[in-house]
Structure formats: structure tokens, C-alpha cells
């Protein structure tokens, strides 16, 4: 299982970013694809994810309005579309993966789970200032 995440880097504030996270090595149809940052002396972050059962998006409440979610499953390639862009954006983007249970949304597991059961790039650094 890989995931690589790139698209990063430094950016103006209100200025914009498209990350993308590819993955290998496994079936999307099976796993749940997440985006998370974490900024040096946070916690982890779940910024945004698509509910498979319905396609549901969540975004932090940090980014709504901001940021925009969206998949390619030929391409198994996740977009993060990031506008507007502000310097507490600054942070380590990465993608992370877990097996699905069920119909439950994207936002239901635990860092428990992604632990124990989770794949994640390496992420890409995005850093807002000017």
C-alpha cells in the first residue's frame, strides 16, 4: 500500500493549491482515503474526506469555504483544492488509509484505528506566507 501525496508549497496568503494523493497497492473500493494536516506543536488534523455510502463531504470547519474535496477512482487519485489560503494553513498535508466498515462515514474512525490498521504517505508540506 502507497500513497503519495504532492502539490505542495509556499504560497501567499489568499493564494491557491491543488494537492493530490495517489495510491497503489490496494483496492479504493475497500479502503476510505482521507486528507489530514498537522502543524509543527498540533495535534493531527482531519481536514476534509468523502463518505463512500453517499458521497458525502466533510470538511473541518476551519476550511469550509475554502478548500474543495474531490476523487478520480480510474486515477486512484484524491484532490484537495485549496483557496483562499491563509498562513494558519500552514502545515504537513498528508493522505491516509483504512479499510472500510461498512457504510459508516468517512469521519467515524478513530486514531486508534488508523494506527492500527492505517497506510499514509509522506505528505507534502504547504506553507502560506508573504
Known amino acids: 500500500v502507497q500513497l503519495q501525496a504532492s502539490g505542495g508549497g509556499l504560497v501567499q496568503p489568499g493564494g491557491s493549491l491543488r494537492l493530490s494523493c495517489t495510491a497503489s497497492?490496494?483496492?479504493?473500493?475497500?479502503?476510505?482515503i482521507n486528507w489530514f494536516r498537522q502543524a509543527p506543536g498540533k495535534e493531527r488534523e482531519l481536514v476534509s474526506c468523502?463518505?463512500?455510502?453517499?458521497?458525502?463531504?466533510y470538511y473541518a470547519d476551519s476550511v469550509k469555504g475554502r478548500f474543495t474535496i474531490s476523487r478520480d477512482n480510474a486515477k486512484k487519485t484524491l484532490y484537495l483544492q485549496m483557496n483562499s489560503m491563509k498562513p494558519e494553513d500552514t502545515a504537513l498535508y498528508y493522505c491516509?488509509?483504512?479499510?472500510?466498515?461498512?457504510?459508516?462515514?468517512?469521519?467515524?474512525?478513530?486514531?486508534?484505528?488508523?494506527?492500527?490498521?492505517?497506510?499514509r504517505g509522506q505528505g507534502t508540506q504547504v506553507t502560506v506566507a508573504g
Open positions: 491516509a488509509a483504512v479499510p472500510r466498515l461498512g457504510a459508516e462515514p468517512c469521519t467515524y474512525y478513530s486514531d486508534g484505528y488508523y494506527t492500527d490498521f492505517g497506510s
Open positions: 468523502i463518505s463512500d455510502s453517499d458521497g458525502t463531504k
Open positions: 497497492g490496494f483496492n479504493l473500493d475497500i479502503q476510505v
